[in-house]
C-alpha cells in the first residue's frame, strides 16, 4: 500500500510539460484558434493558457490583438517582425510569467489597458500610448535586495 501511495504523491507531483505555441495568423490573443503547436499551422491548438510551462509565440508578420481580456499562465514572446497590441480600452493582458519583446518585434499598450506580468525583457520595442504596466509574482532574489538595502 505504501508504494501505490508513494507512487501516487510521484505523479501528482509530476510538472506538466512546456509546449511552444505561435501565431499562424494574425487575430484574437484569447481565441485558442489563433495559436499552433507548429509554425506553419499544422500542429494543434492550445486547450486553454493554464499551463504555466507554455510558451506563446508571435511570429513575423503576426498581428495579435487582445480584443478582450487576454491571460496566460506561461510566457509570451514577440519574436522579430511580429506585433502584440492590447487592445481596446478597459483591457487587460496577464503574462504569469515572463513577457519577451525580441529584437525587431513591438508591444503596443494601448491607452487605458494593462499589462500585468512577472518579468519583462525588453529587446525591441514598447511603445506605450497610456497604458498601465504592473509586476506580479517578484522574485524572491529582488525582493531579499529590496529588504535589505531599505
Given amino acids: 500500500m505504501k508504494n501505490i501511495l508513494g507512487f501516487v504523491f510521484f505523479l501528482c507531483s509530476v510538472p506538466a510539460f512546456a509546449t511552444d505555441y505561435y501565431s499562424h495568423k494574425s487575430g484574437n490573443a484569447a481565441d485558442v484558434n489563433t495559436w499552433n503547436s507548429d509554425r506553419n499551422g499544422n500542429g494543434t491548438a492550445p486547450a486553454n493558457f493554464n499551463n504555466a510551462e507554455d510558451n506563446f509565440y508571435v511570429q513575423n508578420g503576426s498581428s495579435i490583438t487582445a480584443v478582450q481580456k487576454f491571460s496566460c499562465k506561461g510566457s509570451l514572446i514577440i519574436e522579430t517582425g511580429g506585433t502584440y497590441i492590447t487592445g481596446n480600452a478597459g483591457n487587460t493582458t496577464a ?7 525580441n529584437q525587431g518585434g513591438v508591444f503596443k499598450l494601448s491607452q487605458n489597458t494593462s499589462l500585468i506580468t512577472g518579468f519583462i525583457l525588453i529587446q525591441g520595442n514598447l511603445e506605450n500610448q497610456g497604458g498601465n504596466i ?4 517578484v522574485p524572491a ?8 538595502n531599505q
Avoid: C
Fill in 95 to 101: 503574462v504569469g510569467s515572463i513577457v519577451t519583446i
Fill in 134 to 137: 504592473s509586476f506580479s509574482n
Fill in 141 to 148: 532574489v529582488a525582493y531579499n535586495y529590496r529588504r535589505q
